[in-house]
């Protein structure tokens, strides 16, 4: 059974850059599917889940519109990971923090990591 497990700091001062690394176990990144992407998520509070951005097993990746001239994803294959950068974050940035597996480039998961709560705060 996949495993997912987010990593990083849970507190980043405004206008800094934001970085997860999401570490992957039970499965590989890189297992051939169509139907198989890695995905990052967050949910700020008192409100529901946004999708952020997918990285496929090719490698191809997929960003929400809104974010996407500050978020970069990337993996490290050797390592089983992938990871975060949302750049110029302010506090309408925080929020828990997911990584999961789904299906396709969105939020529906088929399994997600427990979350990590990243602050934007001075």
């Known amino acids: 059974q996949v495993q997912l497990q987010e990593s990083g700091p849970g507190l980043v001062k405004p206008s800094q850059t934001l970085s997860l690394t999401c570490t992957v176990s039970?499965?590989?990144?890189?297992?051939?599917?169509?139907?198989?992407?890695w995905t990052w998520l967050r949910q700020p509070p008192g409100k529901g889940l946004e999708w952020i951005g997918s990285?496929?097993?090719?490698?191809?990746?997929y960003y929400d519109p809104s974010l996407n001239s500050r978020t970069s994803i990337s993996r490290d294959t050797s390592k089983n990971q992938f990871t975060l950068q949302l750049r110029s974050v302010t506090p309408d940035d925080t929020a828990v923090y997911f990584c999961?597996?789904?299906?396709?480039?969105?939020?529906?998961?088929?399994?997600r990591g427990q979350g990590t709560q990243v602050t934007v705060s001075s």
């Open positions: 990285i496929s097993w090719s490698g191809a990746i």
């Open positions: 999961a597996k789904t299906p396709g480039p969105s939020m529906d998961y088929e399994d």
């Open positions: 039970g499965d590989s990144i890189t297992t051939r599917s169509r139907n198989r992407y």
